[in-house]
């Protein structure tokens, strides 16, 4: 790993330290922590350089976006939201646009991007929400659900329809017509900042909408959940180490029956099968991160492998490690619960794994 | 795909571009096919087409030139590239 993500993973390590638990409980992230790490660049550290971010590749991105996923689950989800706020900036901003925001997702300001609606999850051309456009002004009216680091953002980038196409319009927090409604009790992720946002004829100039709208809602759709999908995955990874890590020393010190449980098959299965999940999970991830730093022909398909096979995992290696700790990891904001409830979400966020079996088994049928 | 003058004619790009999507869907394509109409292209490959065109045909499609007026088939695709081609700096993107 480069050295410059190995200082940022020390970087957040000691900016989490054990306070991730207590994040949990709490519900809610320290705003210094988020500004810090949004300052050095680190919620979005795949920002080119023109542009004042640190400029890596995917696979180094990743590799710290694990290290912070296996330290806090709703950190990474931040980080998650931040990187494919500036990665939708950076594809369908015009020059101008990228060039007035992208800086500032460096800088200390956060983002959120927001997709879905009550009856548009997985069928995102459900989509109600809808920008027109009148003289020199827009107007953005609709109601967005479960929008992830939202309580937390500056400026939020809303999917809505243009016509019969697709258009992402700019929202600052503060303009007129916005409300952000946290999501009290979600199941994990607890402290990500979720939120339901409403935006009832909110007016903006045209400059904000990004690239003049009007672009085709697939593509713009599958473009900014190529970076989430890739973000989630590498997150996966890091739950699956840090679930790893809490077995293996719990199994190698913890004795009953007069030895380590290690040395107890069915446990030592349970410590196989996690092991097995995280390189399974990372070999996947490492692959999609060449596919996307490549330009690859197949990067829709190696990302969309790799965030339903490191969130199977990841889901199947939190239970796993509460098993392993038995009473010693049942308390809520324990590594190994947080890992348990926040990699169920996993499964959900970013294309369900059923979203994901259609289409890899479409991709695989279309090879006929 | 390129020639020496970095222009590549509309025709090896719309060979390239129905090359393109019958891998992907698995069904013949014409020039005038919707690309994301009924039995187009699935969200999965969206992506994959932009940058399949960027890197192909070096150009940087970013901004404006994502419109769907662009995408809609192979022959407004080939005049995309064909445009960006032309501007010669890789296109209107950052």
Redesign the interface.
Known sequence: MREAVALAGATVTELVGDRADDWDLAGELPRDVLRKLAEAGLLAAQIPARYGGPGWNSTDSGEFTAEVGSLCGSLRSVMTAQGMAAWTIERLGDPAQATRLLPRLVSGDTAAVAFSEEQAGSDLSAMTTSVTVDGSALTLTGRKTWVTAACYADFLLVVARMGAEGAVVVVPRTAPGVQVHRIGDPLGCRAAGHAHVWLDEVRLPLDHLLGGGRQPLPLLVTTALAYGRMSVAWGCVGMLRACLAAAVEHAGSRRQFGRPLGDHQLVARHVADLWAGEQIATRACEHASRCWDADADDLGAAVVLAKYVSAQHAAAGAAAAVQVLASAGTRDGHVVARAYRDAKLMEIIEGSSEMCQLMLAGHALSRR | MTTSSDRTAPDAVQTDLVQFLT????KDWTADDDV?GSGG????????????L??TFGVSI????????N?RTVQRMSELVERLQTAGDGG???
């Open positions: 891998r992907r869907t698995g994301f292209l699935s969200s999965l490959h969206a992506m994959e087409l932009v940058v399949h960027e890197r970013r901004g404006g030139d994502l419109q769907k007026e995408f209107t993107g950052a």
